[in-house]
């Protein structure tokens, strides 16, 4: 549905298309950022400060004063427990790992790295700051995580967690920001800083095995035994990501038949066929990025994949391909509400404001509450770490749950846990997740949803966040009254940094990307998929008035 689809979305990469490694990593260090610039500052979106080295927007300057930023922080908070740290497979993590022990080291701060200098998905840095910090009050520990999450090749991230293990609330990131571009601003004076091998020589650095503990606790959260005994044949796709070496100790842990697709890890992710807009993105809910899975799909009894920091999920199932994400995390909302029965009664369903509106009906037939947030998993956290939000999921394939007993498990999303639950309500059910849908939507109704993105400079996207229901002419959307135009969510009352409009049986939603040059336009109808079509058609003109003025 999406017009702007480029003539290349779902082929294999051209070289064209690939990224020069050498020369991104050369401009990691030869090329500063001009904080004078807006778009070479440090700015955290919805999960961190990403960007490109060749465009200044992520630079050796930017890891260290973000870095410096953090200790900062944590010395003024009084966090001085260790700080867990972890890189996905993006060509601009290592270095920027590199940069940031350096910093770290130079501040005093004792820092756990990857045993072995392997991968680390976000779910295990959230899951070992945790266990780390179970039952402390002191000595409370934290992390980084180096991923531009599913972004292009050429991009590089960094986003830190508190405590709480989940991403950083905005006061949280907003003094980091500050900080740190008040550090570029004075050219780094206030960095403390050593050489990377003196640092990684210390004694402040130790190994920590994030693979064997966050595998070994897997079976506090997923029913291996059920998978096991019923022969559920799956297979993953780790898209090359920070996941790519945690699957098959998975299988061998907990014998399951899971086959792993490939195992390569190659920075230009020439193995990926390509997004919608033309770009290689890690996008494990995008149908053009996920094509060598799809092809899979009769193998297997029900296929995963995760992106880059496996933080998301894509799920296939024999019956329906892959699965729109809105449709999946449905599914593991009616399956896991049924199939928890230590759950707390008080414990809730979270979601995103752009999320279907199906999982709104799910959360009522289950005599649940739906705690409704903006755009962001961090919304997600407090809940998730005191058990009173028993799933929290965003639009975009993320999503995190408790554990069997009602316990914490991440307060970050967690894409490897949606994945294995595939085969487990496979196995329970005896129907895979495209059939468990398609029960859902024969007794609450079929949504017909899609999202159009389309590209937006700074100040495009400054004008549509701001966008407040007093500016909305319209009375209808698609021929129904429009019943109720929100910018902030209903269950915190946070600006939802866009607006969503709502009709009897429609809605769209527009808000800026926090962390691509684009904005996004939702929209959801229960009628048809030419209502929807519709309601798209009427949402892009709002929106394009909205940005003209």
């Known amino acids: ?31 500063r950022p001009d904080p004078a610039e807006p778009t070479q500052r440090v700015s955290f979106g919805t999960s961190g400060h990403r960007g490109s080295s060749f465009d200044r927007s992520f630079n050796e300057w930017h890891v260290l004063a973000i870095t410096q930023a953090i200790c900062d922080y944590r010395r003024q908070k009084g966090i001085n427990g260790p700080l867990y740290i972890g890189i996905d497979t993006h060509a601009l993590s290592q270095p920027a790992f590199e940069s940031a022990l350096e910093v770290l080291v130079a501040n ?57 293990g989940g991403p950083a609330e905005t006061d949280v990131t907003s003094w980091i920001q500050q900080r740190a571009n008040a550090l570029l601003e004075s050219r780094l004076d206030g960095v403390k800083r050593i050489s990377y091998r003196t640092a990684r020589r210390s004694s402040l650095v130790q190994e920590h095995d994030f693979l064997g503990r966050y595998v070994d ?30 699957w098959q100790p998975i299988a061998q842990r907990y014998g399951i038949d899971l086959t792993v697709v490939s195992d390569v890890v190659d920075p230009t992710f020439r193995f990926m066929t390509v997004d919608w807009d033309g770009k290689i993105r890690m996008d494990p809910s995008s149908q053009y990025a996920m094509q060598r899975l799809i092809g899979l799909k009769d193998r297997y009894d029900v296929a995963a994949a995760c992106d880059t920091d496996h933080d998301r999920h894509g799920v296939v199932s024999r019956s329906a391909g892959l ?10 909302v009616d399956y896991l509400f049924r199939h928890r029965p230590q759950w707390a009664d008080r414990a809730s ?19 649940r509450r739906l705690y409704e947030v903006p755009v962001g998993f961090k919304w997600f956290a407090d809940g998730l770490f005191d058990g009173s939000l028993g799933f929290g999921c965003e639009e975009s394939a993320g999503a995190s749950m408790l554990r069997h007993d009602g316990k914490v498990w991440t307060t970050d999303k967690d894409g490897i846990v949606p994945s294995l639950l595939a085969a487990e309500m496979t196995a329970r059910t005896g129907k895979d997740p495209g059939e ?17 993105d389309a590209a937006a400079n700074t100040q495009q996207k400054a004008r549509l966040a701001k966008l407040s229901p007093q500016q909305l002419q319209s009375k209808e959307l698609a021929g129904e009254k429009i019943v109720e135009v929100l910018d902030r969510a209903p269950g915190n009352n946070a600006p939802i940094g866009g607006i969503k409009v709502m009709a009897e049986s429609g809605w769209f939603a527009a808000r ?4 691509e040059e684009i904005y996004k336009i939702y929209g959801e109808s229960f009628r048809s998929d030419e209502h929807l079509r519709e309601i798209l058609r009427e949402a892009q003109g709002i929106v394009d008035a909205a940005l003209a003025g």
């Open 1 to 31: 549905m999406n017009p702007n689809v480029d003539a290349l979305a779902g082929k294999p990469a051209p070289e064209t298309l690939l990224v020069d490694v050498p020369k991104l990593l050369e401009a990691y260090t030869a090329l």
């Open 108 to 164: 005093e701060v004792a820092v756990a790295i990857s045993a072995g200098g392997e991968f680390t998905p976000t779910p295990a840095v959230s899951h070992a700051i945790l266990v780390h910090n179970r039952q402390r009050v002191d000595s409370l520990a934290d992390g980084i995580v180096v991923t531009p999450s599913h972004n292009p090749p050429g991009d590089g991230g960094f986003k830190y967690n508190p405590p709480n």
């Open 217 to 246: 606790d897997l079976k506090n959260i997923i029913d291996f035994d059920v998978i096991r005994s019923a022969g559920v044949r799956m297979a993953v796709d780790p898209l090359g990501g920070a996941g790519v070496h945690y």
């Open 323 to 332: 699965m729109q994400a809105n449709h999946y995390l449905s599914v593991m």
């Open 349 to 367: 369903v979270g979601k995103t404001v752009v999320s279907s509106s199906l999982i709104d009906r799910v959360t009522e037939r289950l005599g």
């Open 436 to 452: 468990l849908y398609a029960d859902l939507t024969e007794t609450l109704g079929k949504p017909y949803s899609s999202r159009v």
């Open 512 to 515: 800026p990307s926090g962390t």
